[in-house]
């Protein structure tokens, strides 16, 4: 339970009847405790969790600076920060915003451009961040907000042995019609074994991000660049369609309720001979334990009328625009995205849980191939190919390749997938689906005109 | 998590009124003096009381009458009973109320009912009591996100969970647990987690009861039905209120299920979800509040309501006998 203090009235104190959430900034003001500290509040993934502890032994020691960190998940600090950052209250320097943020974070004024110190600092070598990368992290002012930490796409996950049992042959680019073939052919193939998994679960970070890539390749949108919603379009409704069909003929049982977790599950255990996700995910299809270690074959996202569809996410470090101490935040932050570092994860934690997805110079590591060498080329492609400012075949209002970058989409993105959702649970008809969703993206639409 | 606002008075007992003040005499000075030399040790513990359950509603009372988003601080403003007006028309809102209502309802009826049988079962003496009681109690002492995500994977994931692998096992079909009955999947996992609590206080019921009473009635050739109906019954009655209460205070309350489980999909989201997404998703701090504050005043009218209804009946069962 954070402290309350009374700190004039812009202090958020939100008591909630929801699970009773007593939010409230901890108001410790910040930047007292001498020059040689920096505050980093966090998403409490994997990656972060080894940098906390790589940290001190190695940062600290090398600078002088000590570093608190603070955890959450992923709701949580993206609240926290917004509360920070929008108060310009300094009580962190540095937080993990991710390229959905950045945009109208830096719009806002919350953000510290860091193009200057990138320059200066030759060691951290700006050009070796992968392009796609640095442009997700560019505002529409030009400048850079922030040094990505690890990053990811999506591709095409399938089992090689089983497709080969039945003769197939997975083209070097798919389209998504090729896909949906083979997944009839290989349903079914093996007990209790579907054709492919794909995400149903409600949420704007789940089920909805693979779907949008559907959509851009389909030729589809959520916005025009005039900001007119176009979810009951005829290609929006194409692609939707042929998502949902896919799923309920050829996907997991119970995908209403599937999301990242659940299909990651139902590859392990060989429930499902494809799947369509993060490039993220090879890494625990890879891990040592896994029961399908080498068994699975990687090509890059399904696409139609586009020539790459795979999305584009990072988590990146921000600084806070007030912060008093943005030189040694910039350490921190060189420090912790730099090649270095990749080197120290690989040798205390082994080559698996290195931080890829924002430097060329992790795919021509030749420890790191040796470990990710199945997956690492495909998602270095993948992550290359992604357009976030020209994922489909229509200009948009926007940056973003599986979101539409303004602060309304997670809650619009939220609803719009739970009326789908419905849809892969049989209880409604695409149609009325995104009927509802048509009404729900226009009166967000309105906003922008 | 503790819930700031369930501090507010929901007992069913209309406030005393305030007793005719007697007549003051010159003592009555020294008296109060003491009377507060008595009282001033508890002030800080009052006064802390009062800082960490009422002040936050209060706050929440009055950011319930901004338009404020987090994501822009800039378009903060006053608004009236708008976000109110909103909150009553909106269309999501409105029927994760009657999903609340429902959820509430079922989870909390089934839960008395078979902790009632239960209770009864245990209140009987056979070897190994001591085992089956811990045993039964296990449900209530799970953590509710972990029993979440273990009726999600472990038991009802059509691909990997125990019930269609069991239904696999022996030929039956393969149902969909979540996707063809969402809302009653998540209250057949809230019933398994609340009907251990129910068990427990009515076994606390059952074990006061005046024993001499019943053999009374036996002797005068009551049989157990009559015994249970006249007897045991009227005893259990503040039992059952004491256990339907807290129940639905906090079954209103459950966020964990409908999160982990269908996150608010299919017509599941009760009022806790959907204030969660509304203040986390959509950043609408002011909406959030005043969702909040309605389901409290919501809880307060129900659960008072629910206990005058609760008593009359047993008022009437207790003069009818």
Same mark, same amino acid.
């Given at each position: ?5 009374? &700190?004039?009235?812009r202090i958020p104190v939100v008591a909630l009847t929801a699970g009773a959430l007593l939010t409230g900034c901890a108001g410790m003001g910040g930047g007292s405790s001498g020059d040689k ?41 993206? !609240? ?9 209250? &300094? ?23 860091? !193009? ?64 949906? !073939? ?7 193939? &093996? ?219 997670? !809650? ?38 | ?321």
């Amino acid at each position: 339970m954070p402290v309350l203090t009374l &700190r004039a009235a812009r202090i958020p104190v939100v008591a909630l009847t929801a699970g009773a959430l007593l939010t409230g900034c901890a108001g410790m003001g910040g930047g007292s405790s001498g020059d040689k500290t920096i505050r980093v509040l966090m998403v409490n993934n994997p990656q972060m969790v080894d940098l906390q502890k790589l940290t001190k032994k190695y940062f600290t020691k090398e600078t002088g600076i000590t570093v608190k960190f603070t955890m959450m998940p992923e709701n949580e600090v993206r !609240d926290k920060i917004s509360q920070d950052f929008a108060n310009q209250a &300094r009580q962190y320097d540095v937080a993990t915003i991710s390229n959905f943020e950045v945009p109208f974070y830096a719009k806002n004024g919350w953000l510290m451009p860091l !193009d200057g110190y990138a320059a200066k600092d030759k060691a951290f070598d700006q050009k070796d961040v992968l392009p796609s990368m640095r442009q997700s992290l560019t505002a529409e002012d030009g400048k850079l907000y922030a040094e990505p930490f690890y990053g990811e796409s999506s591709f095409l996950m399938y089992r090689k042995d089983v497709l080969a049992e039945k003769h197939l042959k997975m083209p070097e680019r798919p389209t998504w019609q090729q896909v949906a !073939d083979i997944a009839a052919k290989v349903d079914g193939s &093996r007990k209790g074994m579907n054709g492919i998994c794909l995400r149903g679960l409600p949420g704007w970070g789940e089920l909805m991000a693979p779907l949008t890539t559907v959509v851009n390749t389909f030729g589809g949108t959520w916005f025009t660049k005039d900001w007119k919603a176009q979810l009951d379009s005829p290609e929006f409704t194409k692609a939707t369609k042929f998502y949902v069909d896919l799923v309920r003929k050829h996907g997991e049982a119970g995908a209403a309720q599937s999301g990242f977790a659940e299909c990651l599950n139902n590859l392990t255990q060989g429930k499902s001979a494809m799947w369509y996700d993060a490039t993220s995910a090879a890494g625990s299809l890879e891990a040592a334990k896994s029961p399908v270690k080498g068994k699975i074959g990687y090509v890059q996202a399904p696409v139609e009328k586009t020539d790459s569809s795979g999305w584009l996410y990072t988590w990146a470090w921000g600084v806070q625009k007030a912060s008093r101490h943005p030189d040694n935040a910039w350490k921190f932050i060189s420090w912790a995205s730099s090649k270095k570092y990749e080197d120290l994860v690989g040798k205390n934690f082994g080559w698996a849980n290195v931080p890829a997805g924002k430097r060329s110079s992790t795919y021509s590591n030749p420890d790191y191939r040796d470990t990710a060498g199945s997956f690492s080329e495909e998602t270095r492609k993948a992550i290359l190919s992604a357009k976030p400012r020209d994922p489909g075949v229509q200009p948009r209002p926007t940056i973003g390749i599986q979101f539409v970058d303004i602060p309304e989409f997670a !809650d619009l993105g939220t609803k719009v997938a739970q009326e789908i959702s419905a849809a892969i649970a049989g209880k409604q008809s695409v149609e009325s689906a995104l009927k509802k969703s048509q009404q729900l993206a226009e009166k967000v639409g309105e906003e922008y005109r | 998590m503790s819930n700031p606002t369930t501090a507010v008075s929901v007992s069913g007992e209309r406030p005393p009124t305030a007793a005719p003040t007697p007549a003051r005499r010159p003592v009555a000075q020294r008296n109060r003096a003491r009377e507060w030399a008595t009282r001033a040790p508890l002030l800080p513990a009052l006064i802390f009381l009062i800082v960490v359950t009422q002040l936050p509603f209060v706050a929440t009372l009055v950011i319930s009458l901004f338009d404020w988003n987090s994501f822009r601080p800039d378009r903060r403003a006053f608004a009236g009973l708008e976000n109110y007006k909103t909150v009553l028309s909106d269309e999501a809102l409105r029927e994760s109320i009657v999903t609340t209502v429902l959820l509430t309802a079922s989870v909390v009826i089934v839960s008395v009912v078979l902790g009632l049988l239960l209770a009864l079962l245990l209140d009987r003496k056979f070897r190994g009591r001591g085992l089956v009681r811990t045993m039964l109690i296990a449900p209530f002492l799970l953590v509710p996100v972990a029993s979440a995500l273990l009726w999600k994977h472990a038991l009802y994931n059509p691909e990997y969970g125990l019930f269609n692998g069991v239904l696999n096992w022996l030929g039956g079909p393969q149902p969909e647990w979540l996707t063809d009955t969402p809302l009653i999947a998540v209250e057949a996992s809230l019933i398994w987690q609340w009907t251990p609590f129910m068990m427990l206080i009515l076994l606390a019921g059952l074990q006061s009861r005046p024993l001499d009473m019943i053999e009374a009635a036996r002797l005068d050739g009551a049989g157990a039905w009559q015994i249970f109906r006249f007897l045991t019954l009227p005893h259990l009655r503040r039992y059952l209120e004491l256990g339907t209460l807290l129940g639905s205070i906090y079954i209103v309350q459950n966020f964990d299920a409908v999160f982990t489980m269908t996150r608010g999909g299919l017509d599941t989201a009760n009022l806790p979800y959907t204030i969660y997404e509304t203040f986390y998703n959509a950043h609408e701090y002011g909406l959030a509040s005043a969702a909040g504050v309605v389901v409290v005043i919501g809880t307060i009218i129900i659960a008072t309501f629910a206990l005058r209804v609760v008593s009359s009946l047993f008022r009437e069962e207790a003069s009818r006998a």
